[in-house]
């Protein structure tokens, strides 16, 4: 069982954004700067603008504590289905024309197999066709919420794409460089999206159930998962959001009351193969982080599942750490990789690189933890991170940071146009990598969990030099029999 009692869960950043247009009480928050509280206690207006050059702050988007929770609660975010106006290219934004495709109808009922044996106690949603399919048979009512809909994008909707270029000009080349800031009708949508996307948690964290499913859009789906654990408007497109694609959200009582732990469990779990194309911008730069499996038979079965994943792209170098574990996994994906262009016989068998790296590893950090805490099989719970002592996160974070430069050295190559990293570690790693991806600091890493097995992408629309956009987080599905159930398969108010 994934036990989630949860220990410390600091929320420890550096600078804070507040999107607040009406007064509240004071809270407070921790800064990792001095170590010292800051109460809040004025209302805020959004700020006239965001990062410059590009850059990713890591800064807490705060609008107002979560609500407390009695028990451990779940929240299941599913995107719709192709949409018609998905098909066509058009800015949907909050209108209410479009229907599902028969494409979108098959995605839909691909995610209610997902999801058949998975317990729920409610359903919210803005996506009424999406939602029934999924839902089923189940007895249970479906809560429509008006702020689950789709992002207000007022004069553009309905338009094409080359419609909105045409007539708008700057302001659409804004839209699409610059969101954030972006400005039309005398509106902010995505500052507007963030505050309402932070208004439905309230609603759903208040209402007396334990495993939840939300169907939603995109946009606001990206905006509750980034409200959800802190990131602000300067995350939007960064956290990907595919039609029926399924997020996951852990949520934990705090002994003392006040805003529960929260954890991403995972993010974009589609029901086709993370690493086709489909949803977000395409791009020619990617890497791949694969949690290695565990020891024994069950990790080979594992490596060799990962294995056959990875076939969908052609992988120019596995970069693992120098622990066995890892190394034999890297060297199952590489022999299937090179077996699979060499099926003829004429053909020549194509290389793939394989390197080690002591900045993946984790056995010194993770066995402190494992002397503190007890056996391995409970290093994995959501949040695990968050139990290490200070010295020790520092230490993970520190080296994973030296990691990353070396990947983006790696997928920099420009005599290979489209780099495929494929990177072999640690969970705990990963999870710090993705960190350093996001600009964010040693502080988060509680707030995500990877399991192992499991695969996560980013991929570099704009190159190596730009940023990062997470496709996929914690993806299991490929291990089939083994694969970690999306909902808690027990009744247990602590675990999962």
Same mark, same amino acid.
């Given at each position: 069982?994934?036990?989630?009692?949860?220990?410390?869960?600091?929320?420890?950043? =550096?600078?804070?954004?507040?999107?607040?247009?009406?007064?509240?009480? *004071?809270?407070?928050?921790? #800064?990792?700067?001095?170590?010292?509280?800051?109460?809040?206690?004025?209302?805020?207006?959004?700020?006239?603008?965001?990062?410059?050059?590009?850059?990713?702050?890591?800064?807490?988007?705060?609008?107002?504590?979560? *609500?407390?929770?009695?028990?451990?609660?779940? &929240?299941?975010?599913?995107?719709?289905?192709? #949409?018609?106006? =998905?098909?066509?290219?058009?800015?949907?934004?909050?209108?209410?024309?479009?229907?599902?495709?028969?494409?979108?109808?098959?995605?839909?009922?691909?995610?209610?197999?997902?999801?058949?044996?998975?317990?729920?106690?409610?359903?919210?949603?803005?996506?009424?066709?999406?939602?029934?399919?999924?839902?089923?048979?189940?007895?249970?009512?479906?809560?429509? /919420?008006?702020?689950?809909?789709?992002?207000?994008?007022? #004069?553009?909707?309905?338009?094409?794409?080359?419609?909105?270029?045409?007539?708008?000009?700057?302001?659409?080349?804004?839209?699409?460089?610059?969101? *954030?800031?972006?400005?039309?009708?005398?509106?902010?949508?995505?500052?507007?999206?963030?505050?309402?996307?932070?208004?439905?948690?309230?609603?759903?964290?208040?209402?007396?159930?334990?495993?939840?499913?939300? &169907?939603?859009?995109?946009?606001? =789906?990206?905006?509750?998962?980034?409200?959800?654990?802190?990131?602000?408007?300067?995350?939007?497109?960064?956290?990907?959001?595919? @039609?029926?694609?399924?997020?996951?959200? /852990?949520?934990?009582?705090?002994?003392?009351?006040?805003?529960?732990?929260?954890?991403? @469990?995972?993010?974009?779990?589609?029901?086709?193969?993370?690493?086709?194309?489909?949803?977000?911008?395409?791009?020619?730069?990617?890497?791949?982080?694969?949690?290695?499996?565990?020891?024994?038979?069950?990790?080979?079965?594992?490596?060799?599942?990962?294995?056959?994943?990875?076939?969908?792209?052609?992988?120019?170098?596995?970069? #693992?750490?120098?622990?066995? &574990?890892?190394?034999?996994?890297?060297?199952?994906?590489?022999? &299937?990789?090179?077996?699979?262009?060499?099926?003829?016989?004429?053909?020549?068998?194509?290389?793939?690189?394989?390197?080690?790296?002591?900045?993946?590893?984790?056995?010194?950090?993770?066995?402190?933890?494992?002397?503190?805490?007890?056996?391995?099989?409970?290093?994995? $719970?959501?949040?695990?991170?968050?139990?290490?002592?200070?010295?020790?996160?520092?230490?993970?974070?520190?080296?994973?940071?030296?990691?990353?430069?070396?990947?983006? =050295?790696?997928?920099? /190559?420009?005599?290979?146009?489209?780099?495929?990293?494929?990177?072999?570690?640690?969970?705990?790693?990963?999870?710090?990598?993705?960190?350093?991806?996001?600009?964010?600091?040693?502080?988060?890493?509680?707030?995500?969990?990877?399991?192992?097995?499991?695969?996560?992408?980013?991929?570099?629309? /704009?190159?190596?030099?730009?940023?990062?956009?997470?496709?996929?987080?914690?993806?299991?599905?490929?291990?089939? $029999?083994?694969?970690?159930?999306?909902?808690?398969?027990?009744?247990?108010?602590?675990?999962?």
């Amino acid at each position: 069982m994934l036990s989630l009692a949860a220990a410390s869960f600091p929320i420890h950043h =550096n600078r804070l954004i507040l999107y607040r247009t009406t007064p509240s009480p *004071p809270f407070t928050v921790r #800064s990792s700067a001095s170590g010292g509280v800051q109460e809040i206690q004025e209302s805020f207006t959004p700020p006239p603008s965001t990062p410059q050059d590009g850059e990713i702050s890591s800064e807490l988007f705060v609008s107002a504590p979560f *609500p407390p929770i009695k028990g451990a609660k779940r &929240v299941v975010l599913v995107r719709h289905g192709q #949409s018609t106006w =998905n098909a066509e290219g058009r800015i949907q934004g909050s209108s209410n024309f479009s229907v599902l495709t028969k494409k979108g109808e098959s995605q839909a009922e691909t995610s209610r197999q997902m999801l058949l044996d998975d317990s729920f106690d409610i359903c919210f949603s803005r996506s009424k066709r999406t939602a029934e399919i999924i839902w089923g048979d189940r007895e249970e009512e479906i809560l429509t /919420d008006s702020d689950l809909r789709e992002i207000d994008l007022y #004069s553009f909707q309905g338009l094409l794409k080359h419609e909105g270029k045409e007539k708008f000009g700057d302001s659409f080349r804004q839209w699409q460089l610059d969101a *954030p800031n972006f400005s039309i009708d005398g509106h902010y949508p995505v500052r507007e999206l963030w505050a309402r996307a932070r208004n439905c948690w309230d609603r759903i964290l208040e209402h007396e159930s334990r495993s939840v499913l939300v &169907v939603a859009h995109n946009a606001v =789906n990206q905006a509750l998962v980034a409200t959800a654990i802190g990131l602000g408007t300067e995350y939007f497109r960064i956290l990907l959001q595919s @039609n029926c694609g399924v997020s996951v959200l /852990d949520f934990t009582p705090r002994a003392e009351g006040g805003s529960p732990y929260i954890c991403l @469990n995972r993010l974009n779990q589609t029901p086709s193969s993370p690493l086709a194309s489909g949803g977000g911008r395409k791009a020619s730069k990617r890497i791949v982080l694969v949690c290695h499996g565990t020891m024994q038979v069950f990790g080979y079965l594992q490596s060799q599942k990962i294995a056959e994943l990875l076939l969908d792209l052609q992988v120019s170098t596995i970069i #693992s750490s120098t622990e066995d &574990v890892s190394v034999d996994t890297s060297v199952a994906i590489s022999r &299937v990789q090179e077996a699979a262009d060499c099926l003829g016989a004429d053909c020549v068998p194509r290389y793939v690189e394989l390197k080690r790296s002591k900045d993946l590893d984790a056995t010194d950090i993770l066995q402190q933890l494992n002397e503190q805490e007890g056996s391995e099989g409970q290093l994995l $719970r959501p949040g695990f991170l968050n139990r290490f002592d200070d010295e020790s996160l520092s230490a993970l974070w520190d080296q994973s940071g030296k990691a990353w430069e070396t990947l983006l =050295n790696e997928v920099s /190559d420009e005599s290979d146009p489209e780099k495929v990293a494929v990177v072999v570690s640690h969970p705990a790693v990963h999870i710090a990598l993705m960190g350093h991806c996001l600009k964010l600091t040693k502080e988060w890493m509680g707030s995500f969990h990877l399991d192992a097995g499991s695969i996560s992408v980013v991929d570099f629309p /704009d190159g190596a030099a730009g940023r990062g956009v997470i496709r996929c987080i914690n993806y299991t599905a490929h291990l089939g $029999r083994w694969a970690i159930p999306i909902t808690r398969p027990t009744a247990d108010d602590e675990e999962f």
